[in-house]
């Protein structure tokens, strides 16, 4: 029987190219609905988005360039979405 690979392992084999300068994804920290905050936070497969102290957090550093929370905000909490400049961003590897 083959061994079951957590999805942190799996994760850990993609390459994260990061450019400190531009973080691809805006969110918009002035917005305070707590369900659609929560919504993009519990989304994220990366888990990139926090809520604590009633303000919601974002590190673009190990993003999947899924989508998923600029699908889920609806425009609310994320701002803008674009991909990563040339050269930066995830590289997906198998595993």
Known sequence: ???KVSVDDKLGYN???TD???AHIEIDKDYKNEEEIRK???ACPAGLYKYENGEVTFSHEGCLECG???VVSGGKVVKSWNHPYG???VTYMQG
């Open 1 to 3: 029987m083959a061994k």
């Open 15 to 17: 390459v994260f190219h």
């Open 87 to 89: 050269g930066a961003g």
């Open 20 to 22: 400190e300068s531009y």
């Open 40 to 42: 993009v936070v519990l």
């Open 68 to 70: 998923t929370c600029r």
